[in-house]
């Protein structure tokens, strides 16, 4: 994705759609619509998945809790939106697999009665996932749990083991994308919308958008605009009708990520299901690292979410409940915080409650089509629900065809192709894997850099597998435009370890110097700023 190419398309063509947002709901329908054969443009104020699409728990699952719930509350809407999430699985996996794979899970039990119960919602929640092919779950002894993770209390009676799945959410998002740019969409990251124009009969015409990299603004011309800005989406739709009332109650989420023989497990996650607010808790293998959370509590702030000692504090609490060995607030090696946009309901309709996992709205006044709320394991059908309104709205009917289609780097994939790379290029077993992991077959693109330039295998950091060239890559191919696009979003770094993320950004800002021609001065801006997030981020959980 050569990101001045695409700029130039959008400031020189007229769009069939234009969708304002990048996050998954805005790629996924970027995709979809541009394999239904329109003209059409994606934009994003900042990279894409910058917001909630990178800040998930990394699951792609029906929700065991939201089972529970609609079985307690015979709520047949809820158990729609399970059994879709659980349809849905399986597509993910099957259209990126070197991002996404199954994840085995455990839910402890302490009596007979409480596995018995267990075990049966969890039989059900198989019964629900038609078609996949992820293993079903079943009820195993003591012993076996204490063989898969060896730093659980082993003051329990047995486990439910049960499968989900696991994605990098915004490696994802990016491919995305980047495989609705290579199927002809215009895309381009770090492009804020500023206002809309509108015709004579006061119909969006054109979004007004301003590059946030040389400070240029134009407008961007489309038959349609569809607003897929997730917690922002009030923004948006105000812009065009400031006469709309709000939709989205914005609920806060954090994760804190500790290391991986906490749980004493590279491959199998814990469900907590009773915490001390009533939530489940997730604690899941990742990146080498344990992720836990998240949490869930109303948010009204502008700032970006983040993890906070209180948080912190929570989580760990009723971890260590479950632990053999407790852990501390000082093995927190990072975490993060995420907003989930949920819908309140329309005061001009019937419901008076936080309604649906997402909706499609159709403004009549401006014109604007919104897609509101859903979830990341939706994405696919969320985008579907939307694409088909459009197909409505502009006069023709085109079927989804996302199904079936490869994200860029799954074509041609060979999961085994990187035990070969060490001894072709010199790099560690480690990076090798890492890169077929993150490209899939996009990661022999990465190896033909070190022609072009043989000390780009040095690493970023010496206790992670990222080479330089991956940045390289990720300037050229993923418009990756800051040290934070690369180190956040790109190698999830930032997710994982604050400390080596501080260390790594002298190194990534001079290849980033390198490739956009940066003078001194803005490199060594580029890095100041992100360096003092970044401790910010480590201040918060350092005081009450």
Not at 293 to 300: C, E, K, R
Not at 478 to 491: F, G, I, K, Q
Not at 511 to 517: C, G, H, I, M, R
């Amino acid at each position: 994705m050569n990101r001045v190419q695409h700029l130039q398309k959008l400031q020189s063509e007229t769009f069939d759609i234009c969708i304002i947002g990048g996050g998954a709901s805005g790629a996924g329908c970027a995709l979809d619509a541009t394999l239904r054969g329109f003209k059409v443009a994606l934009i994003e104020k900042d990279d894409f998945a910058a917001a909630t699409s990178s800040k998930s728990t990394k699951l792609i699952h029906g929700g065991v809790r939201y089972l529970e719930q609609a079985v307690n509350n015979f709520d047949l809407a809820q158990l729609k939106q399970v059994r879709h999430g659980l349809e849905e699985r399986h597509i993910v996996i099957q259209n990126a697999p070197f991002l996404a794979h199954p994840l085995p899970l455990l839910t402890p039990c302490y009596s007979w009665v409480e596995g018995c119960y267990y075990a049966i919602g969890l039989r059900i929640y198989d019964a629900f996932a038609k078609g996949d092919s992820l293993p079903k779950s079943r009820w195993i002894s003591k012993k076996e749990v204490m063989e898969r993770t060896k730093g659980l209390n082993p003051a329990l009676h047995s486990a439910v083991l049960y499968y989900d799945g696991q994605l990098d959410d915004a490696r994802y998002c990016l491919l995305l994308a980047k495989t609705a740019a290579e199927n002809g969409a215009a895309v381009a990251n770090h492009l804020p919308l500023l206002g809309f124009e509108k015709d004579e009969q006061g119909k969006l015409s054109a979004a007004l958008v301003e590059d946030e990299l040389n400070g240029e603004k134009f407008a961007i011309k489309a038959r349609l605009f569809i607003n897929c800005t997730g917690a922002h989406a009030d923004f948006v739709r105000q812009q065009a009708n400031p006469n709309l009332d709000a939709r989205i109650i914005r609920s806060k989420g954090v994760h804190a990520v500790l290391p991986l023989d906490v749980l004493g497990s590279s491959e199998t996650a814990l469900l907590i299901p009773k915490t001390t607010d009533g939530r489940v808790i997730f604690a899941i293998p990742w990146e080498d690292k344990l992720l836990l959370g998240t949490t869930d509590s109303p948010y009204t702030a502008e700032e970006e979410p983040g993890l906070d000692k209180a948080e912190s504090e929570f989580l760990i609490e009723n971890l260590n409940m479950y632990l053999a060995k407790p852990v501390g607030l000082d093995q927190v090696k990072a975490g993060f915080g995420g907003l989930r946009p949920l819908i309140a309901s329309d005061p001009n309709r019937s419901t008076k409650a936080l309604v649906r996992d997402h909706e499609v709205e159709w403004d009549e006044q401006s014109g604007l089509l919104s897609l509101l709320g859903g979830k990341w394991t939706t994405y696919r059908l969320m985008a579907a629900d939307a694409i088909d309104e459009a197909c409505k709205l502009l006069d023709t009917e085109r079927p989804c065809l996302t199904a079936n289609q490869l994200l860029s780097g799954a074509e041609g994939y060979d999961a085994q192709a990187w035990q070969n790379w060490a001894a072709q290029t010199g790099l560690s077993p480690a990076s090798c894997e890492h890169l077929s992991l993150k490209y899939g077959s996009r990661a022999t693109t990465v190896l033909e850099l070190l022609k072009e330039n043989p000390s780009w295998t040095a690493l970023l950091h010496p206790d992670y597998p990222y080479i330089q060239a991956e940045v390289i890559y990720q300037i050229r191919e993923e418009m990756a435009a800051n040290p934070r696009d690369v180190l956040a979003r790109r190698l999830r770094l930032e997710m994982l370890d604050w400390k080596a993320t501080l260390e790594a950004i002298p190194t990534v800002c001079q290849l980033l110097a390198q490739e956009y021609n940066w003078a001194e001065i803005q490199t060594e801006q580029a890095a100041s700023t992100y360096q003092a997030l970044i401790s910010a981020f480590q201040a918060k959980i350092e005081t009450a």
